[in-house]
């Protein structure tokens, strides 16, 4: 065996040897693979083959699109058939929600090229005459999808890896990993030891115990999933018999369950509410090609729902049930990139529709590992996205969680209830006392919206279709129900827009404590950040500024707010969805000669924000600090005290209103939080949600990550040209961003005013056209309260970019006219940040 190799990829399921094929491809033929019994016998095997390219997420769908592209050209390079059927996918739809879904995701589609077609019942019974279209109100057609052999997909791969150099052993189980001093890595296996510049653990079910090798808690629990063939079925012979197409993949979203002919009997899989997690602790040393006993009473109800819209699978026998564990994480998309506070150690897992995703996820993964960067924006599949409190006990509930809800309607409003309420803010008894409705990030609760005192929707306000998936809003024991979700304005909606008017006209309290912060300080940390991040770092003790870290190439990787509390002392404050992801670039980048120092506050500090007009009035109350614009302008802090609570206040706020955030001691929070309460009586003080939030800060263009700032748009087609310091001799990313801008840009990002909306705004993905022709797609969209306009915020080609133009942009399958507009349709000037 070899003793050295570039890379070392573990685990030989079709992950493993797309991404060692994929590696290959880039150049590098110094790769080995490593696998403990014969290829594809983890779950690989027994997977039903099906390539489902719907995916409402704009980075998995881009890796699924890649994969449907990859496998048919595999026999032209490999001599090997992988067994690719493009028989088309057709999904039902029975309720007006699902044809939402359906149109929303046409949009992530269009927009990344994957072709989409929609169907009348009628034509569905044209492709499809054994199907009984009661109750169908029409379908989505994907033509280019269909059903592969995963075995046949792997063996062509790993044919194709071995064309190109790679070297794959069998029979190898890596039975430790260690890092040497020289920052390389030491693969032990039975057969032998391997060192490595790089590893790439594609481990499937076995992730936890390789991640624990490395001290790596990897949030993967598999879960069973059963699937069952028939035996051959009459008409379907005679279908093959008269030369018949293959009638494709049939998929009744409403009932969870897809079908598709096999062998001349039908298969079919539904995806029941109940199954358990397994492999909990890992599978067994001697695991291969394994299945778990049936457990068919589960799939009752989707069975009998399943004979009602396909008579024939009723009428004939059971001839095999597959019961095989499939990886699941917390949010149900794969695990792929760098793993956290590990140099060169790679993840691909995770994988619940890894046959479909493994060709893209190997040849993203392959460019992060070869060139430093992935090409496509891939926070949707981050492996920290997810961050420590995503333990055994949570993993399991909503690795169950995600898998009953692979079908349900994909609502962009929806907050899943398992695994909750883990991570509290010390007002969170307050804020629902309020009437707090809390969504979930990061595991933490954090108030969406304030629903009246006694609220609560009626059965009849749910309005639930009459189908076997019908969630359009939680169910938490013992509570009301108070929203509905949907995509387009539900029961909150004005709610929402009372929010906004209040903090408007008044003042609001919005608690913010899951916002990420670290502190970097030590006699190297000004120059250290300033020559990382994009923006001057503040010089001067108490100014605040917004600075971002670059990719290699130019395109936005994070956002900071960066305070400088005291000489080479600064306080960052980043998204709360991304703090694992954040700090660990920040950790990576730090100098190893000890001149800087990271300490993490996310836990140990919280966040209260106070906004509106009257905010000054009711802190002045509070504090002897000069709370005046001359003493304490917008974008800058100090340390002050608030009643007996001494606290950072950071002037700034991300709805552009006059307020300020903040920043205290967590275990100080219910006594600032009741100060501001008792002294803002008098101003009429309310607590407002993340959905005001993000609302006011549609109306002043505020960029998020992963939508208008992404590492697929230079800083410049983000529009951050405010934030990039070129004055400063360098920052990551700097020439790659100029050379890039030299190239010219392909993208500018636009607001734009959306006209004759009465239902239903946009929310980020939609399709924006001039003519027939797609020139854009929106990243963001809703409704703004204080400027009274449906709004979005678009990247488009940059020569339309100006304010003026008209365009189309269709939600949810209607057109709609959109004219751009000039950035921050609310108070362009910052008069109400400045007061
Ligand atoms: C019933 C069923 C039906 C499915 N149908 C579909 C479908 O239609 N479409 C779809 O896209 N997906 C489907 N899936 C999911 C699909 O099977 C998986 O997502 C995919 O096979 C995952 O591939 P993988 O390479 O990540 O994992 P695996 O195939 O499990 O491969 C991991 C490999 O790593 C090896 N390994 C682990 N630890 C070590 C070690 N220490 N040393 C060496 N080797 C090691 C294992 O032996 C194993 O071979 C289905 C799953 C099930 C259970």
Known sequence: MKTTARAVVIGGGVVGVSTLYHLAKMGWSDVVLLERKELTSGSTWHAAG??????????????????????????????????????????????????????YYAGVARTIGVDVNFLTPDQVKDIWPLADMDGVIGAIQHPDDGYIQPADLTQALAKGARQRGATIYRNTTVTAITEQPNGEWLVSTDQGDITCEHVVSCSGNFARATGAMVGLDIPVIPVEHQYIVTEQHPDIMARKKAGLPEMGVLRESDASYYMREEAGGLLLGPYEVGAPACYVDGP?????????????????????????????????????????AIAYTPDGSPIVGPAWGLKNFWLNEGHSFGVTAAGGAGWQLAHWIVDGEPTIDMMGVDPRRFGDYAGRGFLIEKNEEAYAKVFTVHYPDEEREAG???????????????????????????????????????????????????????????????????????NYFTHVGNECRHVHENVGIQDMSAFAKCEISGPGAEAWLDQLLTNAVPKKVGRVTLSYLLTDKGGVRCEFTVYKMAPQRYYLVSAGAYERHDHDYLKKAMPKDGSVSFERLTTSMGVLVLAGPKSRALLQKLTDANLSNEAFPWLTGQKISIGLAQVEVLRVNFIGELGWEIHHPI?????????????????????????????????????????????????????????????????????????????????????????????ADARGSEAIYQGDEIVGRATSGGYGWRVGKSLALAMVRPDLAVAGTEMEIAILGTRYRATIIADSPFDPDNAALRS
């Open 420 to 490: 909750r309420a883990l991570r509290r803010t010390p007002c969170y008894d307050r804020m629902k006392a309020l009437g707090a409705v809390f969504g979930s990030v990061f595991g933490w609760e954090r108030p969406n919206w304030f629903a009246p005192e006694s609220y609560a929707l009626t059965e009849a306000d749910l309005d639930k279709p009459d189908v076997l998936l019908n969630d359009n809003h939680p169910v938490v024991a013992g509570e009301a129900v108070r929203e509905k979700w949907s995509f387009r304005r539900s």
């Open 284 to 324: 067994a040393a001697n695991s291969e090609y394994e299945l778990f006993p049936d457990a068919l009473e589960r799939l009752e109800p989707y069975i009998l729902a399943a004979m009602k819209r396909v008579p024939a699978f009723g009428e004939v026998g059971i001839k095999k049930v597959y019961n095989g």
């Open 50 to 103: 099906l390539l489902p390219l719907f995916n409402l997420s704009y980075s998995v769908g881009k890796l699924h699109q890649y994969s449907v592209g990859l496998y048919p050209s595999l026999e032209a390079e490999t001599g090997l058939h992988a067994g690719f059927s493009q028989v088309t996918n057709i999904r039902l739809a029975t309720t007006r929600d699902r044809m939402d879904e359906y149109h």
């Open 667 to 759: 275990e100080m929070q219910n006594y600032i939080f009741d100060e501001l309460m008792a002294a803002g009586a008098e101003f009429n003080i309310k607590p407002f949600g993340i959905r005001a939030m993000t609302s006011m800060a549609l109306e002043k263009s505020y960029k998020l990550i992963p939508r208008e700032l992404s590492v697929e748009y230079a800083a410049f087609e983000s529009g951050l040209d405010r934030f990039v310091s070129l004055k400063k001799p360098g920052f990551h990313g700097k020439d790659a961003l100029l050379a890039w801008q030299a190239k010219g840009f392909t993208n500018a990002l636009v607001t734009m005013e959306v006209h004759g909306v009465t239902d």
